[in-house]
């Protein structure tokens, strides 16, 4: 049984989840819960530790049960030490709750649970904190034969919160929050802290905006308790699309994952895992933001691999970017959903700034390496019985024809094909870390960057670069080297 903490600071995000029905996504719920407040009575309800008062209509209270049974907008404050807030209404109702500071405790059980309605609309007021705690270990379905409810806040149909005061959710048995239908947030900032996965979603999960700080399994620095368990960041069982927001992710398990596409379009990334950094079964398309992964077994994994934009930062112990069907694991606790190895897999970079280090491939694909655009700078430092690996290492193949590529490191990568069209320059004078290397054509800068390890070899790739002409290679003001440029398709240095 999956046991899980859950705190919960509101934010702009929107999630889906739960069973197979996805929502519009957009800026709805507010307005919503606004029409809605405007057309009926408020209802105010006041929680006295054992006791609930009740003011206005359409909610009644039963000891420390408060169940409503109408649509409106109900205004809830106090505490609650052992209860519930029931919503058992008709089907087509919409039930607001507005939370003006509470603390409920359910010692068996959900403190908030959405038996039956249209849809829960949560309002968080601005400036107050909110506490919802489960039952823990004590926990009991209240609908054996469905298993449910099974989170602290739970709804059977759609539920929206919005909101810019914080709401804290302590959920020692499951799931923190859980909708069996739509999950809509609007309105604020996430902080999670869980020991299994952070946010999950049985079907596609899409995050326009927001600010997300999530640890997962007690982060990349944790220890599995049963091979069993899940303990990712983001998960989703179908599509993950980002396209803005700011995220800090510490997992165990992958920061990212999907078991269809992840497309990431927007936002600021930084994501530390003892696993995949991002992670897609399919397709992992990179378009734009800026990502940085801090430490990582894989940095970007997925069939495929295309990134036409954005800033990436890369520090993996095993690959930087690896594009193979089947994919590896550090964790190895859950097996890769449709996981085929296959040749065609491959990498796609037009764009973009690149910058990784890698401890055993840097750019590693089971089919080709295409780069036709953007600045990549992949450098491996070995970290032990690494035969076989390189900074560049495709089964089929390295076709240059735009871009600049950097390579090297303590290894070098594998020769390109003869496709690519793009001449190279190649070294294995001894570069030092955190010294800018520059290559010059009489006096005229082509390539420059500063390696942030050890270098006993170096190649470099540039449209700039003219096959048979001379060019300097600099380390600080020290000439390194003047070497004559190679033609495409016979770049120097492959694998050692």
């Known amino acids: 049984m999956k046991k899980s903490l859950l705190i919960l600071l509101l934010i702009f995000g929107i999630l889906s989840a739960g069973c197979s029905k996805e929502q519009n996504l957009g800026t709805s719920t507010t307005t919503e819960a606004s029409m809605l407040s405007n057309k009926t009575d408020e209802t105010v309800i006041i929680l006295n530790g054992e006791s609930i008062l009740v003011e206005g209509s359409g909610a009644t209270a039963n000891g420390n049960i408060l169940t409503i049974s109408k649509a409106g907008t109900y205004i809830i404050s106090g505490t609650l030490n052992d209860g519930q807030i029931l919503i058992n209404s008709s089907k087509d109702d919409i039930v607001n709750l507005v939370l003006n500071g509470i603390d409920i405790t359910n010692k ?196 495929n691999v295309i990134i036409s934009n954005g800033d990436i930062n890369i520090n993996s112990s095993n690959d930087g970017i690896n594009a193979a069907g089947e994919g590896d694991s550090k964790m190895g606790a859950v097996p890769r959903k449709n996981a085929t190895s296959s040749s065609s897999c491959y990498i796609e970079i037009s764009g973009g700034n690149i910058t990784l280090v890698a401890g055993e491939d840097g750019l590693d694909a089971n089919g080709t390496i295409n780069i036709s655009g953007g600045y990549t700078v992949s450098l491996v430092n070995l970290n032990g019985n690494t035969a076989g690996n390189a900074a560049v290492d495709p089964d089929g193949g390295v076709n240059i024809t735009g871009g600049t590529l950097i390579y090297g490191g303590t290894i070098s990568g594998q020769n390109p094909s003869g496709s690519s069209t793009q001449s190279y320059v190649y070294t294995n004078s001894k570069i030092k870390a955190g010294t800018e290397v520059t290559l010059k054509k009489d006096e005229n800068i082509i390539v420059t960057f500063t390696p942030s390890i050890d270098c006993a070899n170096l190649a470099i790739s540039s449209k700039d670069i003219k096959a048979n002409e001379s060019y300097d290679l600099y380390s600080g003001t020290n000439l390194v080297e003047t070497i004559t440029a190679g033609v495409g398709g016979g770049m120097k240095g492959g694998r050692r």
Not at 171 to 185: M, S, W
Not at 234 to 249: C, Q, R, V
Request: hydrophobic share 30%; glycine share 14%.
């Open 108 to 303: 068996s059980g959900a403190p908030i649970y959405a038996l039956k309605c249209d849809k829960l609309i949560l309002t968080i007021k601005d400036g107050t904190n909110n506490t919802i705690t489960d039952g823990g270990l004590n926990f009991k379905y209240e609908n054996e034969a469905d298993k449910e409810p099974n989170a602290a806040l739970f709804s059977k149909d759609d539920l929206s919160i919005n909101g810019t005061g914080s709401l804290i959710v302590n959920a020692g048995f499951n799931d923190g929050i859980g909708a069996k239908d739509g999950l809509v947030i609007d309105n604020g900032k996430f902080t999670i802290n869980s020991k299994n996965d952070g946010i999950q979603a049985d079907t596609a999960l899409t995050i326009l905006n927001g600010n997300f700080n999530i640890k997962s399994g007690g982060g990349s620095s944790g220890k599995a308790s049963s091979s069993s368990e899940s303990y990712k960041g983001i998960k989703a069982t179908g599509d993950i699309s980002i396209s803005g927001g700011e995220f800090i992710i510490d997992s165990l398990d992958d920061s990212i994952h999907s078991n269809g596409n992840v497309t990431i379009s927007g936002g600021t990334i930084k994501l530390s895992t003892k696993d995949d950094a991002v992670h897609a079964d399919k397709d992992l398309t990179v378009s734009g933001g800026k990502i940085d992964i801090n430490t990582s077994y894989e940095g970007l994994e997925g069939y």
